[in-house]
């Protein structure tokens, strides 16, 4: 894994987190859209878990949730076709422009037994 400058150590798992607003006549091109790539994006190298969220109060943002084994491994997929194909399908749809984030997991934390 890679260590990253200004981090405690090494990376243990990037966390990528970008919301989007789409306009609601759009929200089923997004969500045919999304069906038709999902598993190619969570079965690209590095990728680790891909989640579709939906905002309670706001029903047209959504945010995907993915976690990637290194800042290398999600640069490779947003450098990709794939992501490339997909983003430019995808951003025509917005009402606004979206958001994101990369985080670093620090800590996750388990019920007590």
């Not at 006549?25 to 079965?43: C, M, N, Q, W, Y």
């Not at 047209?60 to 084994?69: A, E, G, K, L, Q």
């Not at 399908?89 to 422009?97: D, G, H, R, V």
Request: glycine share 4%.
């Amino acid at each position: 894994m890679l260590t990253c400058p200004g981090q405690r150590g090494i990376l243990k798992m990037l966390i990528r987190i970008v919301r989007m607003t789409f306009r609601e006549a759009e929200l089923g091109a997004f969500l045919t859209l999304f069906e038709a790539v999902k598993h190619r994006i969570r079965s690209f190298p590095g990728c680790q878990r891909l989640d579709l969220l939906r905002d309670l109060d706001q029903p047209n943002v959504y945010v995907t949730y993915s976690h990637w084994t290194s800042p290398d491994a999600l640069e490779n997929y947003r450098q990709s076709d794939l992501f490339k194909k997909t983003w430019a399908a995808t951003k025509i749809l917005f009402a606004e422009k979206a958001s994101a984030f990369s985080m670093e997991s620090l800590e996750n934390v388990e019920a007590p037994e």
